[in-house]
C-alpha cells in the first residue's frame, strides 16, 4: 500500500524526515478505517482500479492529517 503512495506522487509533498510518519499514519488509518481493503489486496494480490482509487483516497486523508 505505502508502495502506492511513493509511486503515485502521495509522498512528494512529505518533507524526507516525516516519510516514516506518514507510512505509519497511512497503515494506520487503512487498519483502522478501511480493514477490508487491506483484505482486498492480500486476497486478489493485484492492484485493480478500484483498490487504486481507495489507496488514494487513503492517502489524501491522511496527508490532509498531517498538514493538521
Known amino acids: 500500500a505505502i508502495l502506492v503512495a ?3 506522487g502521495g509522498l512528494d509533498d ?3 524526515d516525516d516519510v516514516r510518519d506518514m507510512e ?3 497503515l494506520e488509518h487503512l487498519q483502522n478505517s478501511n480493514p477490508k481493503l487491506l ?3 492480500a ?3 493485484e492492484l ?3 483498490i487504486e482509487a481507495d489507496l488514494r483516497l487513503a492517502i489524501e486523508t491522511v ?3 498531517l498538514k493538521k
Open 24 to 26: 505509519r499514519r497511512f
Open 6 to 8: 511513493a509511486t503515485n
Open 63 to 65: 496527508q490532509h492529517s
Open 14 to 16: 512529505v518533507p524526507v
Open 39 to 41: 483484505q482486498t489486496i
Open 48 to 50: 485493480t482500479p478500484d
Open 43 to 45: 486476497q486478489k494480490k
